[in-house]
Nanobody, 120 residues
């Protein structure tokens, strides 16, 4: 069973930066889409950013110009560079991947979530 291993969350002051990473636990996978969703307290889960294996990207309007997503094929991994963070960015961030493991079916996978807190 492939797992998505997330890292990079934490506490940062407004205006600061963080970088999230998401790496599948198995290396022999083919990924199609990777990205992040987030859920803030008492809010619905929302898409933050996704990247396709052809290089296409999509961002939430609230993070455009501040967040950048990178996806790598040679070593399957995705990174989310978050700059100019705001208190409204405080949430649990969940990595997402649509991929096919060796010998398996193409399906969606989710990370365990990492807390991002933007506060003084």
């Amino acid at each position: 069973q492939v797992q998505l291993v997330e890292s990079g969350g934490g506490l940062v002051q407004p205006g600061g930066s963080l970088r999230l990473s998401c790496v599948p636990s198995e290396t022999d996978v083919t990924w199609y889409v990777m990205g992040w969703y987030r859920r803030a307290p008492e809010k619905l889960r929302e898409l933050v950013a996704i990247v396709t294996n052809s290089g296409g990207t999509k961002y939430a309007d609230s993070v455009k110009g501040r967040f950048t997503i990178f996806g790598y094929k040679v070593k399957t991994a995705a990174y989310l560079q978050m700059d100019e963070l705001k208190p409204d960015d405080t949430a649990v961030y969940y990595c997402f991947a649509n991929l096919r493991a060796q010998g398996g079916d193409r399906r969606d996978y989710w990370g365990q979530g990492t807390q991002v807190t933007v506060s003084l």
